[in-house]
C-alpha cells in the first residue's frame, strides 16, 4: 500500500510513534485521506479476482467467437443450399440450365422425405417391434437398418439390370426394325461399326437415364414385389410383420429406389460396427462414445461425391 512520499497519512503516523502530539486537525485530515485511500481500494478487485475476471473475459470471448462461427456457417449453409454465388451474391442458378436445376431440387426433395421417415415410420415401427416382438433396442435398430441396407442392394442391382434391358432393347429396335432376321444385322452393324455403335450406345443411355427418372414411381409396386420374394424373411418372417413395419418399409423401398435411379444416385452411408465415429456425418443416438455399435439412420448426400444434406443417427459403444 503506497500513501505517496509527502502523505499526511504517514506524517501523523510518524509523529505519534515518535510520542509528538499531532493536532486535531492534522489528524482529521489525515483519517480523511485515509479513507479516501482505503476508498480508492474498494474500487479495485484483488488480484486473484483480476485474473479470474481476465479468465472469465477469455472465455466470453471463446464463447463470442464460437456463436460467430456457428453464424457464418449457419449463413454459408443457406447460401450452398440456395446456389449463391458468395462473390457477387448472384446465384448460381444463372449458371445452371433449367434440368439442371430441377435435378437438384429432387435430390433436396427426397433427400428431405428419406430423413423425415426416421421421425415418423421409424420411430413408430421402433415401438411396434419392441411391444410385439419382445425385442432390445439393439434388435429393433438392427432390424429397421437391415431393411434399409437390403433395399439398397436390391435397387442398385435393380437398376443396373433395366438399364441394361432398356438400352439393349433401344438399340435393338434401331438396328433392327423389322425384328425378323434373327440380329444378323445388328451383328453385322456392330462388327462393322463399332464406334458408331458406341456413340448410339451413349445417346442411347442419356436419354434411358432421364426416361427411367421421370418414370420411377411407376416402377415402385414392381421393386416392392420383388423385396418381399427375395428380402423380407432374411430380415423378418413375414407372420410377424404388422402395420407399422410394413408402413416403414413400404417408405423405405419406395424412397431408395427413386434416389437410386438419378444420376447419379442420391448416397445413403452408414458405418459399420467397430469404427471410429465421423461426428462429422452422424449424431449420437441415446449416448455419446468414440465407435460405433450400430447405425441406427444413415448419413443422406447429394451424391456420391455430393455435400451431406442430413446427419445420420450412430449408436455407440
Not at 445417346?203 to 414411381?217: D, H, I, M, N, Q
Not at 449420437?284 to 439412420?297: A, E, H, L, P, S
Request: net charge neutral; charged share 30%; hydrophobic share 40%.
Amino acid at each position: 500500500m503506497d500513501f505517496g512520499e509527502k502523505s499526511r497519512v504517514m506524517e501523523v503516523l510518524n509523529k505519534a510513534f515518535a510520542g509528538s502530539v499531532v493536532d486535531k486537525r492534522v489528524a482529521a485530515a489525515a483519517i480523511r485521506e485515509f479513507q479516501g485511500i482505503l476508498d480508492e481500494l474498494y474500487k479495485q478487485p484483488p488480484r486473484w479476482e483480476l485474473v479470474t475476471m481476465r479468465r472469465s473475459e477469455v472465455d466470453n470471448m471463446r464463447e463470442v467467437i464460437r456463436y460467430q462461427d456457428e453464424k457464418i456457417r449457419s449463413i454459408t449453409d443457406k447460401v450452398n443450399s440456395l446456389g449463391l454465388n458468395g462473390g457477387d451474391a448472384s446465384p448460381k442458378f444463372s449458371l445452371q440450365t433449367d434440368k439442371e436445376r430441377q435435378d437438384t431440387e429432387r435430390r433436396l426433395s427426397l433427400a428431405s422425405r428419406f430423413n423425415a421417415v426416421y421421425e415418423v415410420e421409424w420411430k413408430a415401427s421402433f415401438s411396434e417391434l419392441a411391444t410385439t416382438m419382445n425385442w432390445s433396442d439393439l434388435e429393433c435398430i438392427y432390424t429397421l437398418m437391415r431393411v434399409i441396407r437390403n433395399a439398397c442392394d436390391l435397387c442398385v442391382q435393380l437398376a443396373e439390370d433395366q438399364m441394361d434391358k432398356m438400352l439393349l432393347s433401344m438399340e435393338d429396335s434401331v438396328l433392327d426394325p423389322l425384328n425378323g432376321t434373327g440380329g444378323r444385322l445388328k451383328q453385322l452393324f456392330e462388327q462393322q461399326n463399332s464406334e458408331v455403335y458406341s456413340d448410339g450406345m451413349k445417346v442411347a443411355e442419356k436419354y434411358a437415364l432421364e426416361y427411367r427418372k421421370e418414370r420411377a414411381e411407376a416402377s415402385v409396386p414392381a421393386v416392392i414385389e420383388l423385396f418381399m420374394e427375395t428380402k423380407l424373411r432374411a430380415i423378418i418372417e413375414p407372420q410377424y410383420m404388422r402395420r407399422e413395419f410394413k408402413k416403414y418399409l413400404l417408405k423405405v423401398i419406395e424412397l431408395v429406389w427413386l434416389m437410386t435411379t438419378l444420376d447419379p444416385p442420391v448416397r445413403l452411408y452408414w458405418q459399420s460396427q467397430t469404427e471410429r465415429i465421423n461426428a462429422d456425418f452422424f449424431e449420437f443416438y441415446f449416448r455419446k462414445g468414440d465407435f460405433v455399435n450400430q447405425t441406427v439412420w444413415p448419413a443422406v448426400f447429394l451424391h456420391n461425391t455430393g455435400r451431406l444434406l442430413h446427419k445420420g443417427q450412430v449408436l455407440a459403444m
